[in-house]
């Protein structure tokens, strides 16, 4: 179901100036605390909980909200609005005591609208790539002069936070089809890096997932612009649809049909960065140069200079200047440092098609360097994993050395059978010769990687979960080898 039963995203949000005092529940979170920084910028009085303190919610503070650690009815009772997440139950006694007050409850992407009431919305959403797009248009922007206003899922590397109010009209934002709230936006541009079948607990069906993308691309304003991407086949029949309507849409891929056509992609001699050719919409070649690997993200790329030049008119060459000095997002793909000629990495892909672009990747990174590859991967969510585990063992196949840690259920409880082995059986019946692990602590797990990379290797953990925290054991276990 594309229908929230908690939220009708399709609803009229308030005013930033109607909002009052306003309180988030869990503001420590990516998607909350992004909502809160750019409110504090608006001026906005801001307070929040969170289960337990962190930098995040210390940073909040220095810019000026009240921030508390623990969850407290105490929290709401000097407020007019509360913010929550989808994960937040209705339990929570701060929200249940703001229900009780009648106060207003906005979901996260609501309140991040409200914001946005006097902005050029650019809308970022699909299965994967959505944080690096995201980012990516940020910078490019940023380098083409527009000093757009930006929310991301990911902390941009080279500015150090994931969010911030601009002066320019434009607001890009990285919109959530998890849990039916990517629709609350009405961009004036909309991208589409892909229609896959992912967050079946909330949808139930592909044909609900893909329903959801057509309303999605619907909420697009008068004359606006859907940039899709014409490789992934969820995402060209939503192109193809929307565009007999009569919506203004651009496609970009390295298919032959794509309106901005990419080939010859090619890894750099030295470093992880990659070269591409563009064959431009009604004529025209330029080229891509970037600093992250992948053809993946020369496909994001693409998309952010579609976003840019055919839908907020920048120029083309500054545009291409911001894309190649574009240094990444935090946990995709971000290098945690390199030990006796290992090179550790940590990304958040969490579903089959983001593990496969970046074990791929690590793959011909590692090999063009003579090394191998090893992957620590954390599935994420019980239902997830009993869905797509035959997916995940596809997309780590390409690895030297797979250590399965224990399932990180987020928001699930456990389900009966459900564990890492539903990876690991499949992977071990995949052609190719690797090996596999599963289970074991950070510590043991750090001690077998370190074990077995050596100098020219890529270490990889993989994730959405506290696999984060891997990398770090990692390195010292490599120190103390």
């Known amino acids: 179901m594309s229908r929230n039963p908690r939220f009708d995203f399709t609803s009229e949000v308030p005013g930033l100036e109607t909002l009052g005092r306003v309180h ?50 105490a929290h709401v009772a000097d407020v007019d609005t509360v913010v929550i997440s989808s994960a937040i139950p209705e339990s929570n006694v701060e929200l249940a005591a703001a229900r009780a007050a009648g106060l207003l409850v906005l979901h996260r992407s609501q309140g991040l609208a409200a914001t946005m009431h006097d902005a050029r919305p650019a809308a970022v959403a699909g299965a994967n790539g959505k944080t690096t797009t995201t980012s990516m248009l940020t910078v490019a922007l940023q ?23 601009a002066d320019g009209d434009v607001f890009v934002v990285e919109a959530d089809e998890s849990d039916g709230s990517f629709l609350v936006y009405r961009p004036e541009v909309a991208i589409v890096t892909n229609v896959q079948p992912d967050h079946l607990d909330f949808y139930g069906t592909f044909d609900e997932v893909e329903r959801a993308y057509a309303e999605f ?44 056509r990419l080939s010859g992609h090619r890894p750099d001699t030295e470093g992880i960065g990659t070269t591409t050719t563009l064959h431009l919409p009604g004529g025209g070649v330029e080229t891509l140069r970037l600093a ?57 892909a969490h579903n089959p098609g983001k593990v496969a672009a970046v074990v791929s990747t690590a793959a011909e990174i590692a090999g063009r360097r003579g090394g191998r590859l090893h992957v620590a991967f954390q599935p994420h969510l019980y239902s ?7 997916g995940f063992a596809d997309g780590l196949a390409p690895a030297d050395t797979v250590v399965l840690l224990d399932v990180y259920g987020a928001r699930e409880q456990p389900m009966e059978g459900v564990t890492s082995e ?44 506290d696999v984060t925290e891997l990398a770090v054991h990692v390195l010292t276990a490599l120190g103390e080898r």
């Open 24 to 73: 988030f529940i869990a503001i420590g979170g990516a998607g909350m605390s992004a909502v809160a920084r750019i409110m504090l910028a608006r001026g906005v009085a801001v307070s929040g909980s969170d289960a337990k303190d962190s930098a995040v919610l210390e940073s909040l503070r220095d810019l000026g909200a009240h921030v508390s650690v623990g969850h407290d009815p």
């Open 143 to 165: 380098e083409a002069g527009l000093d757009p206003s930006f929310a991301s899922g990911g902390e941009l590397t080279g500015q150090g936070t994931n969010a911030a109010w």
């Open 217 to 260: 691309a619907a909420s697009l304003r008068p004359g606006g612009l859907l940039v899709a991407c014409a490789d992934d086949a969820g995402s060209a029949r939503l192109a193809a649809r929307v565009a007999a309507t009569g919506t203004r849409v651009l496609t970009y891929g390295f298919d032959p049909s794509a309106d901005l």
């Open 292 to 348: 992250t690997p992948g053809a993946h993200n020369a496909l994001n790329a693409a998309a952010a200079l579609l976003a840019a030049t055919e839908g907020f008119g920048a120029d083309r060459t500054r545009t291409l200047a911001g894309l190649a000095g574009f240094d990444g997002a935090r946990r995709r793909f971000e290098v945690r440092g390199e030990v006796r000629g290992v090179t550790v990495v940590d990304d958040y």
């Open 384 to 390: 997830r994993t009993r869905d797509f585990a035959d």
């Open 422 to 465: 539903l990876v690991a059986t499949p992977l071990r019946l995949l052609p190719g010769e690797r090996s596999v692990h599963v289970g074991g602590t950070f510590e043991s797990v750090a001690a077998l990687l370190a074990s077995v990379a050596g100098e020219g290797d890529l270490v990889l953990t993989v994730g959405a979960g």
